[in-house]
């Protein structure tokens, strides 16, 4: 932690979920005070004991209000926007954000949020001189930073293949079950995948196996919508980015109904340990594989978005609305994730 690092201001939107409790934890460490908005200032004042840092500013400003949203983010050099199913809540915060003069990052693992953000905000992120950069989360960070560095350790255009694998077994929170069901049908179907200078949503993967790191037989496999299907190609030479993720998973989401989900505890499991693997496949048979290694889906999240708003507030990525690995230089980047647990590697064949 430096001096410079404790006179950042950062905002976070959410602040009292399962990983706004994580984000305040780790801004604490690193001796930021933040600025908590939100819905309901006793909640926050809940939240900010619980992290350790009750001398936090509260603001009180409603996700309808545009104007209180301004407001409350205006004097923050970054916003984090910590919520559940941004395709229905999340422009409300990064339109205000973007009006208050603030870098912007968030915890969306939204294909069609990260579309919206991309297409519809980078002429306004410009325009107010702040940069954007949306879906840091322990898929979608680590999915864009290796797509980046493994599809340049094959002969281009390379081919991409992404997936975030459980390998605890544990139980996500609530709020993470909630934004599934709103976006059931995009993630049953698998969503987009790029191919051929385009984005396109047939429902079948065209890798329907994977061998798991530590396993030696593969796996069936399933479409995902993962993010950074739509982010690789804006800084890579790919032909091709899918998303998978185990069968099993959508068989699991087949299932998924509202009742099912109330039922679910308000907090994941302690276990959430996942690898992020990204295969990248050149034209001439050569192989790279890039894995990122963690041990909690959550808690992991959050320091990579810190990570991210920390780095926003520097002012040395251009303003716009960009891709992680735009925005940020790969190696640096992951290695500043180690100290966490948080390993990476990329092996070649």
Do not use: C
């Amino acid at each position: 932690m430096t001096n410079t690092e404790t006179t950042r201001t950062i905002a976070v939107y959410g602040a009292t979920g399962v990983t706004g409790g994580h984000l305040l934890t780790e801004l604490n460490r690193r001796g930021i005070t933040p600025i908590l908005v939100g819905r309901n200032a006793d909640r926050m004042h809940e939240a900010a004991a619980a992290a350790g840092v009750p001398a936090a500013e509260i603001r009180v400003a409603d996700l309808t209000d545009h104007g209180a949203l301004v407001a409350a983010f205006t004097g923050a050099d970054a916003v984090i926007s910590s919520l559940h199913s941004y395709s229905d809540n999340g422009e409300a915060v990064l339109a205000a954000a973007i009006d208050a003069g603030s870098h912007y990052t968030d915890i969306s693992g939204e294909q069609r949020f990260l579309q919206r953000v991309l297409d519809d905000y980078a002429a306004r992120a410009e325009a107010a001189g702040v940069t954007v950069v949306s879906g840091i989360t322990d898929s979608s960070l680590p999915g864009d930073l290796l797509g980046y560095l493994t599809s340049r350790a094959v002969t281009g255009p390379a081919e991409i293949v992404l997936s975030h694998l459980s390998k605890s077994g544990g139980n996500g929170s609530k709020g993470s079950a909630k934004t599934v069901f709103a976006n059931l049908d995009w993630f049953r179907s698998g969503g987009w995948h790029y191919a051929d200078g385009e984005f396109r949503t047939d429902a079948t993967a065209r890798h329907t196996e994977m061998t798991i790191p530590g396993d030696t037989e593969p796996t069936a496999v399933s479409k995902f919508p993962l993010p950074p299907v739509l982010s690789v190609p804006r800084h890579s030479n790919v032909s091709f980015v899918e998303g998978v993720v185990p069968t099993k998973l959508h068989e699991t989401l087949s299932g998924f109904t509202e009742e099912i989900i109330e039922s679910l505890p308000e907090h994941p499991s302690s276990d959430l340990r996942y690898d992020l693997v990204v295969d990248a496949y050149g034209t001439d048979g050569g192989r790279a594989r890039g894995i990122v290694s963690g041990g909690h889906t959550y808690r992991d999240s959050a320091l990579m978005a810190v990570e991210a708003a920390v780095r926003l507030t520097d002012g040395t990525a251009k303003a716009g609305a960009l891709a992680a690995a735009e925005a940020f230089d790969a190696t640096d980047f992951l290695d500043a994730l180690t100290p966490f647990g948080i390993s990476w590697r990329i092996e070649t064949r």
